[in-house]
């Protein structure tokens, strides 16, 4: 697994060194959307009885998500769409809760294998646990591993952070392997650094993976990271990966507003680029070892 950015930055283009843009005038008004539709028709799933499970098919990454978080979900069905056209076998498993938030884009172009599952999970453990029967069931199938994407409510986080004390949940109960996206800004550098931290602390062994966007050049993604990476480091003993960075620019949005992948709608734009190299990573550690 990459532990520094510098360990990574060689899957990026030159151009991004100066790539990189503000967002369109207009643009949350993308984020209007009434209703979540997928690649595919969205199935419901009831959560199924728990049962020790000691390997998996496919990796279970964990992705913390706001109900109203749909540009870092926009990346997630993205890096979704990547890692299949990649070769992998993949799958977005969020709860049904999402039916009625703005999160996920309508139908568009991309691999008819991909899919978005809502489930009636209502807690971390239920989560886990159908991520874990929908793993199982999608590595039948696959013949070169792949990865299921699960949203996390961020609440359902904040709910294991009071209890982890009083009343720690078994190793299960938990997404060992996170991915957290943020901005090379000082206020989200230091907000994912506390997130991360609390996490940590919570439950030893946890992998925790970081995606910088939103930054016009490699050397503030690199920085951005670094100081995250070190201070958890020097603090907790724990190293974190380094998931190198988005081009956050015109077609994100563009992507958004079209339901569509970047890599369909716009294949040769830095920012399809730069997503099919992150899922290149996530795929490769996926593929390295069963995460659940």
Same mark, same amino acid.
């Given at each position: 697994?990459?532990r520094d950015l510098s360990?990574v930055l060689?899957?990026? =283009?030159p151009?991004l060194?100066g790539a990189?843009s503000?967002?369109p005038?207009g643009a949350?008004?993308?984020?209007r959307?009434t209703?979540?539709?997928?690649?595919? %028709?969205p199935? /419901?799933?009831?959560?199924?009885p728990r049962?020790?499970?000691?390997r998996? %098919? =496919?990796?279970?990454?964990?992705?913390?998500?706001g109900?109203?978080?749909v540009v870092h979900?926009?990346?997630?069905?993205?890096?979704a769409?990547?890692?299949?056209r990649?070769?992998? +076998?993949s799958?977005?498993i969020?709860? !049904?809760?999402d039916?009625?938030a703005p999160l996920w884009p +309508?139908?568009?172009?991309?691999?008819?294998e991909?899919?978005?599952v809502? &489930?009636?999970?209502?807690?971390l453990?239920?989560l /886990?646990q159908a991520?874990?029967e929908l793993?199982?069931?999608r590595?039948?199938?696959?013949?070169?591993?792949?990865?299921v994407?699960a949203?996390?409510?961020?609440?359902?986080?904040? !709910?294991?952070?009071?209890k982890s004390?009083?009343?720690p949940?078994?190793a299960e109960?938990?997404?060992?392997?996170?991915?957290?996206?943020?901005?090379?800004?000082?206020? !989200?550098?230091?907000?994912t650094f506390?997130?991360?931290?609390r996490?940590?602390?919570?439950? %030893?062994? =946890?992998?925790v993976?970081?995606?910088i966007?939103?930054?016009?050049?490699?050397?503030e993604?690199?920085?951005?990271?670094d100081e995250i990476?070190?201070? &958890?480091d020097e603090?907790?003993g724990?190293?974190?990966?380094?998931?190198?960075? =988005?081009?956050?620019?015109l077609?994100?949005?563009r992507?958004?507003?079209?339901?569509?992948?970047?890599?369909v709608?716009?294949p040769?734009a830095?920012a399809?680029?730069?997503l099919t !190299?992150?899922?290149?990573?996530?795929?490769?550690?996926?593929r390295?070892?069963?995460?659940g």
């Amino acid at each position: 697994m990459p532990r520094d950015l510098s360990d990574v930055l060689h899957y990026f =283009l030159p151009e991004l060194d100066g790539a990189g843009s503000a967002p369109p005038e207009g643009a949350r008004s993308f984020n209007r959307r009434t209703e979540a539709t997928t690649l595919t %028709p969205p199935r /419901r799933r009831t959560p199924p009885p728990r049962r020790e499970t000691s390997r998996l %098919p =496919l990796s279970i990454l964990g992705v913390p998500l706001g109900e109203r978080d749909v540009v870092h979900a926009a990346y997630t069905w993205n890096l979704a769409v990547e890692t299949t056209r990649l070769g992998g +076998s993949s799958a977005i498993i969020t709860p !049904d809760l999402d039916l009625a938030a703005p999160l996920w884009p +309508s139908i568009g172009q991309g691999p008819r294998e991909l899919e978005i599952v809502h &489930c009636a999970a209502r807690s971390l453990a239920e989560l /886990r646990q159908a991520a874990s029967e929908l793993a199982e069931e999608r590595g039948k199938a696959a013949r070169r591993g792949g990865i299921v994407f699960a949203r996390i409510p961020p609440a359902w986080l904040a !709910d294991a952070d009071a209890k982890s004390e009083a009343d720690p949940a078994p190793a299960e109960d938990w997404i060992r392997w996170l991915l957290v996206f943020t901005s090379a800004r000082r206020r !989200d550098v230091e907000a994912t650094f506390e997130r991360v931290s609390r996490w940590i602390r919570q439950r %030893p062994g =946890l992998e925790v993976g970081v995606t910088i966007h939103g930054v016009h050049q490699i050397a503030e993604a690199r920085a951005a990271f670094d100081e995250i990476a070190r201070t &958890c480091d020097e603090r907790h003993g724990v190293s974190l990966a380094s998931y190198g960075l =988005l081009v956050d620019d015109l077609d994100v949005y563009r992507s958004i507003a079209a339901g569509q992948p970047i890599g369909v709608a716009h294949p040769h734009a830095p920012a399809a680029r730069a997503l099919t !190299d992150v899922a290149r990573l996530l795929y490769e550690d996926a593929r390295s070892r069963v995460l659940g």
